[in-house]
């Protein structure tokens, strides 16, 4: 049973910083996909980023490149998500997700098989 629990989310101004964790248990960080998406109230569900081969690849959706970064703790089977640069915009529900290899390579986070209950992220202007 694969269960996936987030946390570190809250409430920030404009330019600031959150970290974001997921503990998975029956699943591990280092097989497979493992992703952040989020969904703000009346939006459809934005994929975020994607760590796979054991955290060498990763991939970031153009909103977040460059102020977002996922990384891993294996031995704690946690997987991160650092948040820089905050904006208004960014306020939304964040999901951590699982899923499994396709090729090589990953799905977008959104279409990932496992996710969590979610963590709820504001951004103050």
């Known amino acids: 049973h694969v269960q996936l629990v987030e946390s570190g989310g809250g409430s920030v101004q404009a330019g600031g910083s959150l970290r974001l964790s997921c503990v998975a248990s029956?699943?591990?960080?280092?097989?497979?996909?493992m992703g952040w998406f989020r969904q703000a109230p009346g939006k459809d569900r934005e994929g975020l980023a994607v760590?796979?081969?054991?955290?060498?690849?990763?991939f970031y959706a153009d909103s977040v490149k460059g102020r977002f970064t996922i990384y891993r703790d294996t031995a704690k089977d946690l997987v991160y998500l650092q948040m820089n640069g905050l904006k208004p915009e960014d306020t939304a529900m964040y999901y951590c997700?699982?899923?499994?290899?396709?090729?090589?390579?990953?799905?977008?986070?959104?279409?990932?098989?496992?996710r969590g209950q979610g963590t709820q992220v504001t951004v103050d202007s």
């Open positions: 997700a699982a899923g499994q290899l396709y090729g090589g390579s990953c799905r977008d986070a959104v279409d990932f098989a496992y």
């Open positions: 029956g699943y591990s960080v280092s097989s497979g996909c």
């Open positions: 760590l796979w081969l054991g955290g060498v690849q990763t």
